[in-house]
């Protein structure tokens, strides 16, 4: 008897709801039974994001960004990493895998030899401020896509704002070219002083670009060399 009650209850239920009811009323209930409302991911509100007032706060606000599908694929968001008060900021692409994992930018072998030369021209790792484009790692390090940029761009943009560097640094081509919006060669780019929103713009190696080639190291020291020249002129 019971299972035939159940299956006619089922029967019953699945009929109201092919027929379009969002409330379902029972033959022996007078409280209307409603399904419960579909759970939505939380949005991410531009506003919200754009008025933070620190680099904390701005880190709380989108560490739990879902604009584009690589939140599926990362292990941790990779923010930034340095002091709030940075002169200087470099800006790569996107995270690798050690940084996917710690959360943290270029902390894998480019990491380490970054910190390296910043050391060989005088600077601290933690004077300065690093950041990607991407702050999820694209699969197999594969280049950022387009629509990847643009809902990752405007982290950037709110970093650099609050930041207010004096000098950006990219590190390597296709950074320089998502931001400079330019097809230029890295040879082309690299000497080169250019304007980023109102701040003074460089182009250089990528320190993985180094691995794979140490005969470009002292181009990269030289360059390092030149921005600090700058930032005294600009201190001045």
């Not at 002292?218 to 030149?226: P, T, V, Y």
Request: with cysteine; aromatic share 8%.
């Amino acid at each position: 008897m019971g299972g035939r009650i159940k299956g006619d209850l089922e029967k019953y239920l699945r009929q109201q709801l092919d027929l379009g009811f969002k409330e379902i009323y029972l033959p022996f209930e007078s409280t209307p039974m409603t399904p419960p409302k579909p759970r939505t991911l939380p949005v991410l509100s531009i506003e919200r994001f754009a008025e933070a007032e620190t680099l904390d706060h701005l880190y709380r606000t989108i560490k739990d960004c879902r604009l584009c599908p690589l939140w599926k694929t990362r292990t941790k968001f990779v923010f930034g990493d340095g002091s709030p008060e940075a002169e200087i900021m470099f800006i790569g692409e996107a995270p690798g895998r050690d940084e996917d994992l710690q959360g943290i930018p270029f902390v894998g072998r480019a990491g380490k030899l970054l910190n390296k030369m910043l050391d060989d021209v005088g600077l601290r790792r933690e004077d300065v401020y690093i950041a990607n484009i991407l702050k999820s790692r694209p699969p197999e390090n594969r280049d950022p896509e387009p629509e990847e940029v643009e809902a990752c761009e405007p982290f950037l943009h709110a970093q650099i704002k609050l930041l207010k560097p004096k000098i950006i640094c990219s590190l390597g081509r296709i950074a320089a070219q998502t931001l400079l919006r330019t097809k230029m060669t890295l040879g082309e780019m690299r000497g080169r002083w250019f304007d980023y929103q109102g701040t003074k713009f460089m182009v250089t190696y990528h320190p993985a670009a180094i691995l794979r080639a140490m005969n470009n190291y002292e181009s990269l020291i030289d360059d390092l060399k030149r921005l600090l020249k700058e930032l005294r002129k600009l201190r001045a």
